[in-house]
């Protein structure tokens, strides 16, 4: 338990060319580790910052990639 709750934490920031931070933001949520992982969204530039397990920021990263087309 505490080798899985040890890991270290990652932060990944994502610049949106065509989908809106906003709407993309729930279907992130949904993948993150709860009670770990964290979105902060910044409208201004159509950015979201992503923090969690290094394992679960691949796994957003291939969502961002399929949504933002």
Do not use: C, H, W
Not at 10 to 19: E, M, S
Not at 40 to 67: G, H, Q, W
């Amino acid at each position: 338990y505490i080798r899985q709750t040890d890991l270290p934490l990652k932060t990944q920031v994502y610049k949106l060319n065509y989908a809106q931070a906003e709407k993309l933001s729930p279907k992130i949520q949904e993948v993150l580790t709860k009670g770990v992982g964290m979105i902060k969204i910044d409208e201004r530039t159509n950015k979201l910052a992503v923090t969690d397990y290094p394992e679960k920021i691949e796994e957003v990263s291939k969502i961002f990639a399929s949504f933002d087309e």
